[in-house]
Nanobody, 121 residues
Framework: QVQLVESGGGLVQAGGSLRLSCAAS??????MGWFRQVPGKEREFAAS????????LYADSVKGRFTISRNNAKNTVYLQMNSLKPEDTAVYYC????????????????WGQGTQVTVSS
C-alpha cells in the first residue's frame, strides 16, 4: 500500500514562509503534486513536479511565491511557500499520479492525510 505522509504545516504571519514535506513509501510515480482545500470548496491544484524534477507546474495563484522540488534519494517532495497570504490558508495535500500535466485531483491516485497551513493577517 502506497503511503504519502505530509509534514511542515503550521501557523505563520502574512509575509512569512513555510516548507511542506511529503515522504512517499515508494518511487513509482511520474508526477507528484500539492493540492489545497478550504472547507466548502473544491480541492484545488497548487503545484506539481515530474519524477526527474524537470517539469514543474504552478497554479497562477502561487506562481512566483511557491517552489516545488524533490529529492528522489529520499522519496520526498517539498513545497517551499514564501510571501504567504491569508488566502493561502488551507489544508494542503500531497498527491501522486502518472499524468505529467494533470491539474485535476481526479488525475492523481494516491493522497496524503493533509497538513493544515494557517496564515494570519
Amino acid at each position: 500500500q502506497v503511503q504519502l505522509v505530509e509534514s511542515g504545516g503550521g501557523l505563520v504571519q502574512a509575509g512569512g514562509s513555510l516548507r511542506l514535506s511529503c515522504a512517499a513509501s515508494e518511487h513509482t510515480f511520474n508526477v507528484m503534486g500539492w493540492f489545497r482545500q478550504v472547507p466548502g470548496k473544491e480541492r484545488e491544484f497548487a503545484a506539481s513536479i515530474s519524477w526527474n524534477g524537470i517539469i514543474t507546474l504552478y497554479a497562477d495563484s502561487v506562481k512566483g511565491r511557491f517552489t516545488i522540488s524533490r529529492n528522489n534519494a529520499k522519496n520526498t517532495v517539498y513545497l517551499q511557500m514564501n510571501s504567504l497570504k491569508p488566502e493561502d490558508t488551507a489544508v494542503y495535500y500531497c498527491a501522486a499520479g502518472q499524468r505529467l500535466y494533470g491539474r485535476s485531483p481526479f488525475e492523481y491516485h494516491y493522497w496524503g492525510q493533509g497538513t493544515q497551513v494557517t496564515v494570519s493577517s
